[in-house]
């Protein structure tokens, strides 16, 4: 008798194939190199088991590490994962919660590990937003990273009464998919551009609309953040408004209504979710960082996390010229 066939998914060959370009194209992985995937009970074994899959036929030696999923953003890793992200040659961070803004990452690649970030990934974005040209994604994101390190003033207005305004002073940061060179760091998806602001300098408001910002998922009504020194001293809205303040209150760290970061992105598959792991890479969305700046962007605010608000419709300029209009790239 034959065997009973054994159930197949036909999705995974879609992820198979996107997981051996991060292998190939992102990451370069050679021959013999240790590759680390780090993943959690929260994330897609699938995806997991698909990145393990490229490395290895492509003569790598991978291995995986699943731990318990983390409660906030920013949460360091346990000590043996920490401990293997110094040890390998190459790192892919799978987790649900972000480790970007940790020691774990920061000591991985001072010890020359090349790390690839990839938090909350879901599998649909996955597909759409990673095969993309990346010749062309990395011209995009290194044009609005030149002109965020060399802007000194930048202003962020919409129609519906968001004028916030303040001086940047920190390090830019690009991702524009390739991480090939030992200490390298970039996400999945790729494609943005961002940098710190001098803290004590921002100053004005955010008026997020329904539906045209993003969070913990779309805003359902409007939200209005008053902004002074900086720091945001006001949520103002009904129910959304109530939610967000709850979530920042909960991280008992004043650290946490520090404006850490302006950015844009630069991936032309990306599509807007309302989750800022997907919306930070759409073309002519902008982010709004809160939270930790030192980690990442050599900032003076170290908070216990760092997480991103996007919104749609506004004008980005820098040094009075404008670089996004009313939601559209101008670059």
């Known amino acids: 008798m034959f065997p009973e066939p054994a159930y197949v998914d036909l999705r995974d060959v879609e992820l198979q194939r996107c997981a051996r370009v991060v292998v190939e194209t992102c990451l370069g992985l050679k021959r013999g190199e240790s590759f680390l995937i780090v993943g959690d009970t929260h994330q897609s074994l699938r995806l997991q088991v698909a990145f393990m899959s490229a490395a290895f036929a492509a003569g790598a030696s991978p291995a995986l590490l ?20 110094k040890a390998a040659t190459a790192v892919l961070v799978a987790t649900t919660r972000s480790l970007t803004h940790t020691t774990a990452m ?16 879901q599998e649909p974005t996955f597909l759409q937003a990673t095969d993309v040209d990346y010749e062309d994604l990395s011209r995009r994101a290194h044009a609005l990273g030149r ?26 940061q690009v991702t524009d998919g390739y991480c090939r060179e030992p200490g390298d760091f970039d996400q999945l998806t790729a494609g943005v551009a961002g940098r710190s602001p001098i803290e004590a300098t921002v100053e004005g408001r955010i008026v997020v609309d329904a539906h045209r910002g993003g969070l913990l998922g779309l805003i359902e009504e409007q939200v209005v953040f ?50 800022p792991m997907d919306d930070r890479r759409v073309i002519g969305a902008v982010h709004i960082g809160l939270g930790d700046n030192h980690r990442f ?12 608000m996007a919104v749609l419709d506004h004008t980005l300029s820098v040094d009075d010229q404008d670089i996004i209009v009313n939601g559209k790239l101008q670059l």
């Open 226 to 275: 008053e902004v002074q020194a900086g720091t945001v001293t006001r949520i103002q809205g009904s129910r959304e408004a109530a939610r967000l303040q709850q979530m920042l209150d909960g991280f008992h760290d004043p650290g946490m209504y520090n404006i850490a970061e302006i950015g844009t992105g630069a991936n032309p598959k990306a599509k807007f979710t309302g989750y």
């Open 297 to 308: 962007f050599g900032g003076q605010v170290t908070a216990r996390s760092h997480f991103d």
């Open 106 to 121: 920061q000591e991985a690649r001072q010890a020359g590990a090349r790390v690839i970030s990839a938090p909350a990934l």
């Open 147 to 172: 002109v965020l390190r060399d802007g000194k003033v930048w202003r962020l207005t919409s129609e519906s009464g968001s004028d916030l305004r303040g001086e940047f002073g920190y390090e830019t």
């Open 66 to 85: 699943i731990s318990p999923s983390a409660e906030m953003l920013a949460e360091e890793p346990p000590t043996v994962v920490a401990e293997a992200m």
